[in-house]
Each structure stands twice: as C-alpha cells, then as structure tokens.
C-alpha cells in the first residue's frame, strides 16, 4: 500500500486545517488507517485511527478537536483538526495496518502560531 499525504500549513491558533492521505489501493481492504505526528524532538506518536468497520480511537488531547474519516469512493483517508493549538504542530503522518503489514506515507508538516 502507497500513501501520499497532503494537506499540511501554516495556520494560526484557533483555525482549522485538513490532512488527506490517498491510497493506492482499495481502502476497504484495509484493516486499520491512522494519523501519527511527531514533534521536533519527540517520538511520533498516535493521534487517530479507524478501523475497517468506521470504529474510531482519538487520544486524548485531540478529542472533540479532530475527526478522523475515510471516503472509501476515493481511497483516501482524512483528518479534519480544528480549534488548533500550537502543540499540534508536527510533522503528521497516515498509516495504514494491513494482513500484518504497516505501510507509511511521507509526512505533511503541520505549524500552529499563537
């Protein structure tokens, strides 16, 4: 599986932004999809998933903040993030978790300015 994210900026405190990742196959075949970011300095780390049958984990600091959503017509994966602050700035990455293999796109650097 090739994922190509997009979608990364610079926007300031309190806007919203919207990450996209294409997949080069059908993402119904496709167990888990996610967002992980890194930080400058920090390990990356999980932000959303959701699984083949739509069910959706956040953590918690992005709760109520971010929506994860896949447009199986497209294949492509999305993250909505809102209200966002500058500790969502990072390089933010799509995965996808299929048959046992984890597949990741280039990341799309994301920068929240206060």
């Known amino acids: 599986v090739q994922l190509q994210a997009s979608g990364g900026g610079l926007v300031q405190a309190g806007r919203s932004l919207t990450l996209s990742c294409a997949a080069s196959?059908?993402?119904?075949?496709?167990?888990?999809m996610g967002w992980y970011r890194q930080a400058p300095g920090k390990q990356r780390v999980l932000v959303a998933t959701?699984?083949?049958?739509?069910?959706?984990h956040y953590i918690e600091s992005v709760k109520g903040r971010f929506t994860i959503s896949i447009d199986h017509a497209k294949n492509t994966l999305y993250l909505q993030m809102n209200r966002l602050k500058p500790e969502d700035t990072a390089v933010y990455y799509c995965?996808?978790?299929?048959?046992?293999?984890?597949?990741w796109g280039r990341g799309t650097q994301v920068t929240v300015s206060s």
């Open positions: 995965n996808a978790y299929r048959q046992g293999w984890d597949y």
């Open positions: 959701i699984t083949s049958g739509n069910s959706t």
């Open positions: 196959r059908s993402t119904f075949d496709i167990d888990v």
